[in-house]
Each structure stands twice: as structure tokens, then as C-alpha cells.
């Protein structure tokens, strides 16, 4: 098989309801103080791993949390998932800091993250 290839999961983002409580387990988890800390958005890098904390599930509506896999192209590795049977949720759009995201669903529903930074 040929393509874009993945980077690997290095993002997780997980929706809360109490961003300062929630802040305080994954500090307690991870044994570090966030390295991003605002109202609406709560972010720790550890060991090559970002945990985004995103308060009532942000402006992606997330309800579980979601893996996102970073690659070189997103709209190439985009065009390889929906030939394949994915379906777009939300397509790429840039974040700030020359960062672009997108998810899909898998053929059950499942989300998964695409991060490309340039």
C-alpha cells in the first residue's frame, strides 16, 4: 500500500465538564503542571505525548476522547481515508501556529484526528 504515511498518535484530546478538576487528575497522572493553561483549552507535553484537555467537548462537539494522528499531508491522507470508507466530519481547518485539523469517521462511527503542522 502506498500514500501519505503517519507520524504516529501524538495528540489526545479529551472533552471535560470541570476543566480545574480535570486539571488536577491529569497533572496528578502525568506528575507535571500544564504547559498550556487557559479557559478554554488545558494542554500537557509529556514524553513526546500532548493531552489537550478541551472543556464541554469545545467547538469539535467531542463526547469521547480522540486520538489524533499527525502526518505530512492532510489533504492527501484525507483523500486516502474517504477512498477507503471514512467519512469526514470536519474537514481540515487551520488552528493557529500554522496548524491544520481534521477528523473522520471510521465505517463505525469512531473518530479519528488528523494533525499536520507546517
Known amino acids: 500500500m502506498t500514500g501519505s504515511s503517519t507520524q504516529g498518535i501524538k495528540t489526545v484530546l479529551h472533552p471535560v465538564s470541570d476543566l480545574e478538576?480535570?486539571?488536577e487528575v491529569y497533572a496528578a497522572l502525568l506528575g507535571i503542571?500544564?504547559?498550556t493553561d487557559g479557559s478554554y483549552y488545558v494542554g500537557f507535553d509529556a514524553e513526546g505525548q500532548h493531552i489537550g484537555l478541551v472543556?464541554?467537548?469545545g467547538p469539535q462537539g467531542l463526547t469521547s476522547p480522540v486520538a489524533y494522528w499527525h502526518v505530512s499531508d492532510i489533504e492527501a491522507k484525507l483523500a486516502e481515508l474517504t477512498a477507503a470508507g471514512a467519512t469526514i466530519k470536519d474537514p481540515a481547518s487551520d488552528v493557529?501556529?500554522?496548524r491544520l485539523?481534521?477528523?473522520v469517521t471510521d465505517p463505525?462511527?469512531?473518530v479519528l484526528g488528523l494533525i499536520q503542522d507546517r
Do not use: E, L, S
Request: proline letters at 11%; hydrophobic letters at 15%; a positive charge.
Open 33 to 35: 503542571q500544564p504547559q
Open 108 to 110: 463505525d462511527g469512531n
Open 21 to 23: 478538576k480535570a486539571k
Open 96 to 98: 493557529g501556529g500554522g
Open 55 to 57: 472543556p464541554g467537548g
Open 101 to 103: 485539523v481534521a477528523t
